[in-house]
């Protein structure tokens, strides 16, 4: 068997006389000098053209995290629940009754601002498969997007893409999309943000990881053939930012292309592959194909593979095997079989009609070996560990903004008072229905709160009987560019804060959390920054909670035109009720109830949406928190709403106690009157670690009972009654107007018209 030849490619192209040399091959691929040198090294020769691209795709930022991983580490990452940790599909952890929780966070914002349906929709599909390649059944997705300014028309068509996107995928594949988020800004113009989070559920015992154990195993392809869609998507698109329009069509090519129905059929298939115990290990193919999965599962297995690529099934014709490698082609599950096995394996394939093919071997060689049919050439051969392990670890510079000093001396106070408070209130409120409305988010009938509460919550149910526990688990994602713009640590505090608060209104305990780390171009030392303080902000708060980071991602580079997006950690935490017999409350008001504000309102604007309307961006300092204190109020919070003493329940985040009192009440049809708010400050301020209770009248001594207890602060601020917003002599406006406002700022803006009813 002939070893692979290494002047296969050369690596500087040979251009004639007078014409400007080629782009070395290695270059044009994404790999530095540095990083060829060091293959060199691993190798002990020259790479090929086939060895370059496999490099090249594994050693990308999305596959290797070469710029973050010397930052991640600092998570917290253990307790006695979690089963397993980042570095897996998807983390897990224990919740109980037999039953473990995956979950999982992924980014499709390159591909999305390219073509935003498939960009979105592969996206869902992508993030299904890291759920069911660890045993569990997916059950609920969420979506928290990020698009700029609706006035903006290329913006619009991306945000009308993706939420078609999301919707097509997931309504197809049977898995509801209960929640998420949805934000316009400038700061995502040509960059839009879309990041997909994922949960499933299984037997305890059904846990596998992707491992590649046993000599003489067979490497079976499952699902889609093989196509050109997604050549080099992970390192095409997630390695660089945006410029002109005619340079990004050009990347198109590099989008994947989703078949929900296949996906479908893949899941009901590979889940019972696991429930027979035919599957050594899964592992899904997704950045990177067919060359992550082999060498990862090889690596983590301690083995090695060869892998004929002749017998890959293709969908076009005359792949060359480095486009085969590293085709990114959607619905590609890859399973390790024992060879007594694979009958089985095949006739179950059969009857989910999923193609079944074996395309390697497990060996004990430590090598990635491609070959040609029959083993008569060898294509590549590489050290299986060496794609993953060996990739760059980069610590790259870091330095805060050379102005920092200069905008944290101006702060939000400079700003004059509004002399029409309630106009001001309007401009901040709108309902992002438009976009779930498009959800099918009542699959399974498992959904006691979908889109439009604070936390999505779930009947939990045995996976495999299907009988329900009597117990629930809430779902939340959030982040705040504004905040993290002024402060990337305190901001990612107030973030995980924010998860917290929501969690605890629907009475739910935090277990775990995921997080997608949104960033600009890491060669700028000033993104680094702000990413390294990120991660310690949210380990800083993950502490104080006793919440572990079980899994994550890390999406660099996002930036349009030079100009990179302001810092955008997304959190995504999963709870756990342990009683759920009634609905719990909504962000809703009762006529005659009574308003009880819980938490600290700290007087600071800066970072806020009100301020961000008056063109303060960046500037000031955030209010300070005391992570105590909020897990005092989350606590309190959490044992009034599961005493059942609660009406009605919101957190106070995004747009300040004015903007939180205004969705209760158009989301009940009930008005407000509250005349304990002192000033606009108190009406927008964004402090973390509050919340708002609609109290029944008869009970508003036991709450404050339980309040004083705790020595949580907490004031009344008013009643719920009639059919007007009223803050003392500050704002006065008719409910209709301001339902008006909320209602169809987004369908009018996106060009659907008004929303009727």
């Known amino acids: 068997m002939a070893a692979p030849d290494p002047t296969a490619v050369e690596d500087t192209a040979t251009?004639?006389?007078?014409?400007?040399?080629?782009?070395?091959?290695?270059?044009?691929?994404?790999?530095?000098?540095?990083?060829?040198?060091?293959?060199?090294?691993?190798?002990?020769?020259?790479?090929?053209?086939?060895?370059?691209?496999?490099?090249?795709?594994?050693?990308s930022e999305h596959c290797s995290y070469k710029s973050s991983r010397i930052h991640l580490r600092r998570f917290p990452t253990e307790a006695p629940w979690v089963l397993v940790g980042p570095g897996e599909g998807a983390g897990v952890v224990d919740v109980g009754d037999g039953i473990a929780a995956a979950l999982r966070i992924e980014s499709h914002n390159h591909p999305s601002a390219i073509e935003p349906y498939q960009g979105a929709a592969t996206g869902v599909g992508g993030i299904l498969r890291d759920i069911f390649s660890m045993g569990a059944r997916p059950i609920a997705v969420m979506d928290p997007l990020r698009f700029g300014p609706l006035d903006d028309a290329r913006s619009r068509w991306i945000a009308e893409g993706v939420v078609s996107g999301v919707s097509g995928y997931g309504n197809s594949v049977g898995v509801p999309t209960i929640g998420g988020e949805t934000v316009f800004d400038e700061t995502y113009q040509g960059n839009p943000l879309v990041n997909v989070l994922c949960l499933g559920v299984m037997p305890t015992e059904r846990l596998v990881?992707?491992?590649?154990?046993?000599?003489?195993?067979?490497?079976?392809?499952?699902?889609?053939?093989?196509?050109?869609?997604?050549?080099?998507?992970?390192?095409?698109?997630?390695?660089?930012?945006?410029?002109?329009?005619?340079?990004?069509?050009?990347?198109?090519?590099?989008v994947q292309v989703g078949d929900p129905f296949e996906e479908k059929r893949l899941i009901e298939a590979c889940?019972?592959?696991?429930?027979?115990?035919?599957?050594?290990?899964?592992?899904?193919?997704?950045?990177?194909?067919?060359?992550?999965?082999?060498?990862?599962?090889?690596?983590?297995?301690?083995?090695?593979?060869?892998?004929?690529?002749?017998?890959?099934?293709?969908?076009?014709?005359?792949?060359?095997?480095?486009?085969?490698?590293?085709?990114?082609?959607?619905?590609?599950?890859?399973?390790?079989?024992?060879?007594?096995?694979?009958?089985?394996?095949?006739?179950?394939?059969?009857?989910?009609?999923?193609?079944?093919?074996?395309?390697?071997?497990?060996?004990?060689?430590?090598?990635?070996?491609?070959?040609?049919?029959?083993?008569?050439?060898?294509?590549?051969?590489?050290?299986?560990?060496?794609?993953?392990?060996?990739?760059?670890l980069y610590d790259r510079p870091m330095a805060p903004p050379a102005d920092l000093e200069a905008r944290r001396s101006d702060g939000a106070a400079s700003l004059p008072a509004p002399d029409d408070l309630g106009a001001d209130l309007v401009?901040?409120?709108?309902?992002?229905?438009?976009?779930?409305?498009?959800?099918?988010?009542?699959?399974?009938?498992?959904?006691?709160?979908?889109?439009?509460?604070?936390?999505?919550?779930?009947?939990?149910?045995?996976?495999?009987?299907?009988?329900?526990?009597?117990?629930?688990?809430?779902?939340?994602?959030?982040?705040?560019?504004?905040?993290?713009?002024?402060?990337?640590?305190?901001?990612?505090?107030?973030?995980?804060?924010?998860?917290?608060?929501?969690?605890?209104?629907?009475?739910?305990?935090?277990?775990?959390?995921?997080?997608?780390?949104?960033?600009?171009?890491?060669?700028?030392?000033?993104?680094?920054?702000?990413f390294s303080e990120s991660v310690d902000g949210l380990s800083d708060a993950l502490r104080a909670f006793g919440v572990p980071c079980i899994g994550g991602n890390v999406s660099l580079y996002n930036e349009s035109r030079g100009s990179d997006i302001?810092?955008?950690?997304?959190?995504?935490?999963?709870?756990?009720?342990?009683?759920?017999?009634?609905?719990?409350?909504?962000?809703?008001?009762?006529?005659?109830?009574?308003?009880?504000?819980?938490?600290?309102?700290?007087?600071?604007?800066?970072?806020?949406?009100?301020?961000?309307?008056?063109?303060?961006?960046?500037?000031?300092?955030?209010?300070?928190?005391?992570?105590?204190?909020?897990?005092?109020?989350?606590?309190?919070?959490?044992?009034?709403?599961?005493?059942?003493?609660?009406?009605?329940?919101?957190?106070?985040?995004g747009g300040g106690l004015g903007v939180a009192l205004a969705e209760m009440a158009v989301a009940s049809g009930v008005g407000v009157n509250a005349a304990r708010i002192a000033d606009h400050v108190d009406l927008f301020s964004e402090s973390a670690g509050r919340a708002v209770l609609c109290v029944a009248a008869d009970q508003v001594r036991a709450v404050l009972d339980v309040l004083e207890a705790h020595g949580v602060p907490h004031s009344r601020i008013g009643v719920a009654a009639g059919d007007r917003f009223v803050v003392k002599d500050l704002v006065d406006l008719e409910l209709s107007a301001l339902r008006d406002a909320w209602r169809d700022r987004l369908p009018a803006a996106i060009g659907s018209g008004t929303t009727q009813g």
């Open 15 to 59: 251009a004639p006389a007078g014409d400007p040399p080629e782009e070395p091959v290695h270059r044009a691929l994404g790999l530095t000098d540095d990083e060829l040198e060091r293959i060199r090294e691993i190798l002990g020769r020259e790479p090929n053209h086939l060895e370059l691209a496999m490099y090249s795709v594994m050693w």
């Open 209 to 254: 990881l992707g491992r590649a154990e046993g000599v003489g195993n067979l490497a079976v392809l499952l699902g889609s053939s093989t196509g050109r869609d997604g050549i080099g998507g992970v390192s095409v698109l997630a390695s660089a930012g945006f410029g002109d329009d005619e340079a990004d069509a050009d990347k198109r090519p590099s």
């Open 271 to 392: 889940l019972e592959l696991l429930d027979r115990d035919l599957a050594v290990g899964v592992q899904d193919l997704g950045g990177a194909g067919i060359t992550c999965a082999t060498s990862e599962t090889a690596a983590k297995g301690g083995a090695g593979m060869d892998v004929d690529v002749d017998a890959v099934p293709r969908r076009e014709p005359h792949m060359a095997p480095f486009e085969v490698m590293t085709s990114e082609s959607q619905e590609r599950m890859l399973a390790i079989v024992e060879p007594a096995k694979l009958d089985a394996v095949l006739e179950i394939a059969a009857r989910w009609e999923v193609r079944a093919t074996v395309i390697g071997e497990v060996t004990g060689s430590g090598r990635l070996r491609i070959v040609t049919e029959r083993g008569e050439e060898v294509l590549a051969d590489v050290p299986a560990k060496s794609l993953e392990e060996d990739a760059p």
């Open 427 to 530: 401009e901040l409120v709108c309902d992002t229905s438009w976009v779930w409305s498009q959800y099918d988010h009542m699959l399974f009938l498992n959904t006691v709160v979908g889109p439009g509460g604070d936390a999505a919550v779930l009947r939990l149910k045995h996976p495999t009987t299907g009988d329900d526990t009597g117990r629930g688990m809430a779902l939340t994602t959030d982040g705040n560019h504004l905040w993290c713009a002024v402060d990337p640590r305190a901001g990612s505090v107030m973030t995980m804060c924010e998860s917290i608060m929501n969690l605890a209104v629907v009475g739910a305990r935090p277990i775990a959390m995921v997080n997608c780390m949104n960033f600009g171009n890491p060669e700028h030392p000033e993104v680094m920054w702000q």
């Open 566 to 653: 302001d810092p955008t950690p997304v959190v995504g935490v999963l709870g756990l009720l342990d009683r759920l017999d009634r609905r719990p409350p909504m962000p809703e008001l009762v006529d005659g109830a009574r308003l009880i504000l819980v938490g600290e309102t700290v007087r600071e604007l800066s970072g806020s949406q009100w301020a961000a309307r008056r063109g303060h961006r960046g500037r000031g300092e955030l209010p300070a928190v005391d992570l105590d204190a909020v897990a005092a109020v989350a606590g309190v919070v959490r044992e009034l709403v599961g005493a059942h003493l609660v009406l009605g329940a919101h957190d106070v985040s």
